[in-house]
């Protein structure tokens, strides 16, 4: 059986030519990721069809929302890259240890947030809306308590997904994104304004939508792994965890789960920033994030091709494939983020009526995305470097860096310059910062090269 196994791994992974490998692997990926891109962007345009309270209630659940997402991506990444690394390797019998030890990890994890759906959400928002209108935090409180509560369905979404992306089946994680999108796109209008007989729901209804769109998914990613994936197997008689094969995936998925988690803190920080002016400046930098993912999603799912391809490569001590693979992501990314920059220069006014922005939020917002949209002809560059750093077993350098952005140079940026100079000034804080990562990641990458990628062989290409 292992035989076969290496040939099925070996197909694809270890022979295909560089491009084609890429594009195969990683396209499927990012248009899944547009189109969970484009569900966000939708969702929120039906939400704020309610009103900008609704708006605002749903951009404050963010930060959670985050970390949420942060610890199932996270360990995902950590499995991601140890199976790869093993089916490189030729290791399968770690690569199904690997599989059963991270559904333990998915398990304990979803556990874990619905002890936090159960105690933290009122706190959580009673501390962001102090003197705002109340409104916004009952109606954050119902959707963020539905989405952390019944979060089981994104977690079996991710470990199911990162088992097929592992082996280069990215084609299967793409059906289960869109199956989850599609479902979530039909749903929310459906449920929150009480179509075909239903109960008009509000935000509620948007969370429900949601947690349903990921029990799909997860569904559709577990039957296309049991049906396809036939490189790695699930051990579960006799299965006792291993705190090696923990310890490994957590090696590399902690300093993800914390450098996403950052993310949170920041976005948690900026918006007691932003409220402090008015609730909504606190929309437009919900309505921002929700744009951006338009541009930055496809070039996660990008890395998410390359991650186990960078890695399978490094098992295998392919140093060419491992070269070009990082070279043609980085002209895939720059050409995503330059559309993303070019959007948010031209027709900045046109992105923000798709949320029924009012005269104010055009006055806040439309110099806010000229101004941010100047850090995408940077951001590129990072992310990119993060993944490699990541996929090569040096998580901890992106998590370095992630801190260094969004903690040390961007939030007291942001507080400076509102102090300074008024909420005007505040957005130039983003460029600032990424300006800062790509000095650092620069500096990271080439030790990564001169410590790793040089010292392997050519391999073939």
């Known amino acids: 059986m292992h035989q076969n196994q290496e040939n099925l791994a070996e197909n694809k992974m270890g022979t295909l030519p560089v491009n084609r490998l890429v594009f195969s692997v990683s396209l499927p990926m990012m248009i899944s990721m547009l189109v969970q891109a484009l569900y966000n962007i939708v969702d929120s345009i039906f939400v704020a069809q309610l009103s900008e309270n609704a708006l605002t209630a749903v951009s404050l659940a963010f930060p959670l929302q985050t970390l949420l997402i942060a610890v199932g991506s996270g360990t995902g990444v950590g499995i991601n890259a140890l ?28 556990a874990l947030f619905l002890v936090l759906g159960l105690t933290i959400v ?23 308590s539905i989405v952390m509560v019944f979060s089981f369905g994104l977690f079996g979404q991710f470990f199911f997904e990162r088992l097929l992306t592992s082996t280069g089946k990215t084609i299967f994680s793409m059906a289960s994104q869109l199956s989850g999108a599609i479902t979530n796109l039909i749903l929310d209008p459906i449920l ?28 559709v990613a577990a039957f296309c792994h049991f049906k396809c994936n036939h490189e790695i197997h699930m051990r579960l008689r006799g299965f006792r965890p291993s705190g090696q094969i923990i310890g490994t ?54 890395n998410n091709g390359i991650t186990p391809i960078i890695a399978y490569s490094y098992g295998a001590g392919q140093r ?34 798709l949320f029924d922005a009012s005269e104010d939020m055009m006055a806040i917002g439309i110099p806010a995305l000229r101004i941010i949209g100047l850090h995408f002809l940077v951001a590129w560059f990072c992310i990119v470097a993060g993944t490699v750093f990541q996929a090569l ?16 140079v ?23 910062a990424e300006l800062m990562s790509c000095a650092v990641s620069t500096i990271f990458l080439v030790r990564i090269n001169r410590s790793i990628i040089r010292t392997l062989p050519d391999g073939n290409e």
């Open 83 to 110: 199976l790869s690394k093993s089916l490189g390797e030729k290791n399968f019998r770690r690569a199904d240890d690997t599989a059963s030890n991270g559904a333990l990890l998915y398990i304990l994890s979803y």
């Open 122 to 144: 009122k706190p959580f928002y009673a501390g962001q809306v102090q003197n705002a209108d109340p409104e916004i935090g009952t109606l954050g409180v119902q959707y963020l």
């Open 192 to 219: 929150i304004f009480g179509l075909l007989g239903m109960p008009a729901l509000g935000v509620a209804g948007a969370a429900i939508a949601t947690v349903i769109g990921q029990c799909v998914a997860a569904a």
């Open 249 to 302: 995936i957590y090696q590399v998925g902690i300093p993800s789960i914390c450098m996403q988690s950052i993310g949170s803190v920041m976005t948690y920080c900026m918006n007691l920033i932003l409220i402090a002016y008015s609730s909504t400046a606190t929309a437009v930098f919900g309505v921002y994030y929700k744009l951006q993912s338009f541009f930055f999603m496809p070039v996660f799912g990008l």
């Open 320 to 353: 060419k494939r491992m070269v070009k693979t990082i070279r043609l992501s980085m002209v895939v990314a720059f050409c995503l983020m330059a559309a993303g920059f070019l959007a948010f220069e031209s027709i900045p006014r046109s992105l923000l009526a």
């Open 393 to 408: 077993g040096k998580a901890m350098f992106s998590l370095i860096v992630s801190v260094m952005r969004q903690l040390v």
């Open 410 to 432: 961007l939030i007291p940026a942001a507080y400076l310059l509102s102090k300074l100079f008024g909420l005007s000034a505040v957005w130039w804080a983003f460029p600032i």
